[in-house]
């Protein structure tokens, strides 16, 4: 028997308690990463810890990652080092998806809060974990961010500002990573979310990513910064800057 | 450029052609001394490979996949008992996609579920995790294991092979001229008839040669053309380098012609076209080479005579139409040529002739 000691790198995913979030929590487990998942739904993220059947630790905290002390909790949790952070929690903000000339400026600030703000904050808490490990942090976004899709108004903008304070941490953080993501359309709550009454199930399952993240999770980070992946595409590119071929 | 791949599918799946059984070089021949066929809009030639200098022009760029072919078949040991471990693709140094059968003839299915341990390896052993199914194709698993699988390989690994062989054949019989990088699942074998002599009469032709690498899956999985439209094809890795890029830009900008060399390399070529010429790239590609889904960036091809499957068949119509796609299956199997990888080969050219020769 061949066995090399690895210490096991750690990842924070939130809305880990359902669709993609949970896919993505179930294949860091099996690849042997120790976990911090966070979704509001206690028993659900509960349930959804149970299920993961990895060697390494989980650990799940229940809350809005909108609550500066839920926050607070999730760095404690994490500790010294953070190898990966996944934005993953979004709020749709009013379904069904309303337009822009109608829509409810609480319901505006309340997906910035979850979308945006919350997201910098938790990066803020975590930047030193994420110094100290080298680490990854992705943003989960949306072709909605960039789509001007009539009624998705709320949602894109909120993942079109994500996209952009991504790309500027990016630019901004020496020896951390950060990645923009759109998985594409999924059969998920929030797709059923904003298409209530419709059989959504045309989509694929959040599972159809995996070889996706598979892939991304193998790239060394330096050549990952900044970019922005469809994990639904017909490829995952990087640019080559030498003449190896 | 015409029509759908079900109506060619419909009309060549019937064709039954002899498989090679064994190397050319084991059947009393030279690896270049296989026939080739040789199909333009206007004709179907038949000749030798030897030819190959001939029919292409001064100016013209050949393509080749420079994968080399892993010993990727490893004996596994698990709760389903002894069976085999195909290694189709390496994500990460620790995590493989591969295709658990129960021996090199039958696939199964086996009854494994996500989780299950199993010893991968004879001589060298190394604990695999059955992870999760490769999604769209359940009997491809992603795989990690607790230390490389390389030495695996190395140790107790042997060439994927199918019922169709007389024998089995050492690794060496599975790799082309070209091999340089250790990747693929099975060969890329469009390129198997290469020779040093070839080399040589092409250089003297003025006929050039760059390289890519695609490193390929298992070619037991097939998907339908209507999941590959939706999902694409199972993801390989390749590299498009800055050289091989720039040379293929040269040549079409000189009216010479891109001729691709197994279907990997249009693959691969396709997924780099961006903005009008093909650019250095690396990644994994499931790009879906099918009419109406082409980006330009070969004009020809040299590839084998496989089973008429429905994705193979997508590209060939997608390069060269239906009609001639049709053609030319029905010259191939009344002569009959030799299918599968150490069969005989097809050289696909366009109606256009090279602007830069004479």
Known sequence: MTATARVRPRALVTGASRGLGLALAGLLSELGYDLVLTARGATALERAAAGLRGDGAV??????????????????????????????????????????????????????????????????????????????????????????????????????????MARTLAAELEGVCVVRVDPGDM??????????????????????????????????????????????????????????? | MSGTTPGVGSGVARAVAPPATLPAELRGTDRDAVRLLVTDPHRHRHLCFRDLPQVLAPGDLLVVNDSATLPASVPAEGPVGRFRVSLSTRYGPLLWVAEPRRSHAEPGPLPLAAGAIATVGHRHRVRVRFVAPHPGLPRLWFVAAEAPLEPVMTADGEPIRYAYLERPQPLEAYQSIFARVPGSAEMPSAARPFTHAT????????????????????????????????????????????????????????????????????????????????????????????????????????????????????????????????????????????????????????????????
């Not at chain 1, 045309?202 to 900044?226: H, N, V, Y």
């Not at chain 2, 999902?231 to 012609?257: K, N, S, W």
């Open chain 2, 199 to 358: 080399l040589a009469a092409l250089r003297a032709r003025g006929v050039g040669v760059s390289a890519l690498t695609l490193h390929t899956g298992v070619s037991s999985l097939e998907l339908e053309p209507r999941q590959a439209e939706r999902t694409g094809l199972y993801a390989e890795p390749f590299e498009v380098g800055t050289a091989t890029a720039e040379r293929i830009d040269a040549t079409q900008r000189a009216g010479g012609r891109v001729i691709a060399v197994g279907t990997t390399v249009v693959r691969a070529l396709e997924t780099a076209f961006e903005r009008g010429r093909v650019r250095p790239m690396r990644g994994f590609t499931r790009r879906f080479v099918r009419p109406g889904a082409v980006r330009g960036a070969v004009d020809g091809l040299l590839t084998g005579f496989h089973e008429p499957r429905s994705t193979h068949l997508a590209l060939l119509t997608a390069l060269a139409g239906e009609s001639l796609v049709r053609d030319a299956y029905q010259q191939a199997r009344a002569r009959p040529y030799l299918w599968h990888e150490f069969g005989d080969v097809h050289l696909w050219l366009p109606a256009r002739e090279p602007e830069a020769a004479q």
């Open chain 1, 187 to 245: 059969a998920t709550v929030m797709h059923q979310q904003a298409f209530p009454g419709q059989d959504i199930n045309d989509r694929p399952a959040p599972e159809a990513t995996l070889p996706f993240w598979a892939w991304l999770l193998a790239q060394r980070s330096e050549d990952l910064d900044g970019r922005r992946f469809e994990a639904q595409a017909d490829a995952w590119t990087l640019t080559v800057e030498t003449g190896a071929a």
């Open chain 1, 59 to 164: 650990h799940a905290l229940a809350g809005d990652v909108t609550d500066a002390g839920h926050r607070a909790r999730l760095s404690e949790r994490v500790g010294e080092h953070l190898d990966l952070l996944v934005h993953n929690a979004s709020s749709l903000g009013p379904s069904p998806l309303p337009a822009l000339a109608d829509v409810d400026l609480a319901a505006v600030r309340s997906v910035l809060e979850t979308n945006v703000v919350a997201p910098l904050a938790l990066t803020q808490a975590l930047l030193p974990a994420l110094e100290r490990a080298g680490g990854t942090v992705v943003a989960v976004s949306s072709d909605a961010a960039h789509g001007g899709y009539p009624g998705w108004g709320v949602y894109g903008a909120s993942k079109a500002a994500l996209e952009l």
